[in-house]
């Protein structure tokens, strides 16, 4: 089997500073160190006398202190703090996949688990997040991929790159299938917070056993740059998934744990700005692909500053984002990098200004691509 590279991330790292409007990103216009500093009354002397030893290897006690509060019954000893959800995300597909597993993902999503599990050689199925339901899966379709002898389920909930969070029933199916057969379910919340509406996201931490909680500080936080994410985990089964951690990055960087701790002790706070930023800015998408009448489609996201549009052209997601990307200098996210077609993803978290500058340039190309 060969290496399946990640896509969707080599489009972004090779473009996403390059080009003048950047609508691939997922995340909220993020914080400055001195935005973040002043949110959290931390004085710049304070990060200034941070010493930039090796960190505390699972994360420091008090920001995983301050994870576990997110959590029914949870400790700093259920928590590893990762270089990004990502690591957290590689840790634990590495941990429990061997070749010739089968695990089940939902699809669409962040690919990042879905290659991985391959590359580990597992045998991958889905379960399909459906337009025609609004976004939810079919529940058959859930019996089909979870069968008895799977090793591990994978969600990301809320959605990437829908913007959906599973309602109560899809979700008590997933679960269902997932304890009946005895698999692991690794559930990747990194939008979780980001709602539109303020209301959380119930985590899938707390309902089934063996379950691995990821999360961290890129997206409703606001800080892709900290790269701080963590796990909740099982503490009997935290010393296996910390002996991969010893592998990957040893240890999260001294400054951003430092700076993580500070920002969720204020995280009502920060969670509020994003929330601010989500509800200006999505109005302004939602008029604006209006006037392309029946060549689009889309839904209203629950939650991300994500927008999964479909359009009826014939054109090929890949192709109409770099035509855009060459023509217009706009990075858009292509469907194919969730492996659906006819379809973009829109990121709508930009500084407001900037995000109604770049849909103006964008709107002679979609007339052109989408209408024509
Ligand atoms: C669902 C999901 N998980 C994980 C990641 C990785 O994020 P990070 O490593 O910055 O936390 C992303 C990034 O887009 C994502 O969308």
């Known amino acids: ?38 949110i959290t009354d931390t004085h710049r002397d304070e990060l200034a006398d941070v010493r930039l030893g090796y960190s505390q290897a699972d994360g420091t006690e008090p920001l995983r202190e301050e994870i576990a509060k997110l959590y029914q019954g949870v400790t700093a000893e259920n928590v590893i703090v990762t270089v990004g959800s990502s690591e957290a995300n590689f840790v634990t597909t590495w941990t429990l996949l061997q070749p010739g597993d089968h695990v089940a993902i939902l699809s669409p999503l962040y690919r990042q688990t879905w290659g991985l599990a391959q590359n580990f050689g597992a045998k991958v199925s889905t379960f399909e997040l459906k337009p025609e339901l609004e976004w939810e899966p079919d529940p058959e379709e859930i019996a089909r991929a979870i069968v008895p002898g799977t090793k591990l389920v994978i ?54 056993e063996k379950t691995v909680a990821v999360n961290g500080l890129s997206k409703a936080y606001a800080l892709p740059g900290l790269r701080i994410g963590w796990l909740v985990a099982p503490a009997e089964f935290k010393e296996a998934l910390w002996s991969r951690h010893d592998y990957t990055v040893i240890s999260p960087a001294s400054a951003s744990d430092f700076l993580a701790t500070r920002a969720l002790r204020v995280r009502d ?84 200004g900037e995000f109604k500058r770049a849909l103006d340039v964008l709107t002679p190309a979609f007339k052109k691509y989408l209408m024509d």
């Open 1 to 38: 089997m060969s290496f399946i590279p990640f896509e969707l991330e080599r489009w972004q790292s090779t473009w996403e500073n390059r080009v003048s409007f950047n609508l691939s990103e997922s995340g909220v216009h993020p914080l400055t160190i001195d935005e973040l500093l002043r």
């Open 155 to 208: 969600v990301t909930n809320p959605n990437n790159p829908t913007g959906h969070v599973l309602s109560n029933d899809a979700r008590a199916e997933i679960l269902a299938r997932t304890e009946a057969v005895g698999a692991w379910l690794l559930a990747d919340e990194v939008y979780l917070g980001a709602e539109l509406s303020g209301q959380t996201t119930e985590t899938f931490w707390g309902s089934y």
């Open 269 to 352: 706070k920060i969670l509020a700005r994003t929330r601010a930023i989500l509800n200006e800015n999505y109005p302004i998408l939602d008029s604006w692909l209006r006037q392309f009448g029946p060549a689009v489609n889309w839904w209203r996201p629950d939650c991300g500053a994500i927008s999964f549009v479909q359009y009826e052209q014939a054109i090929a997601s890949l192709d109409l984002a770099e035509r855009i990307r060459q023509e217009n200098d706009v990075l858009i996210e292509p469907g194919e990098h969730f492996g659906f077609e006819r379809s973009i993803r829109f990121g709508y978290g930009n500084e407001t």
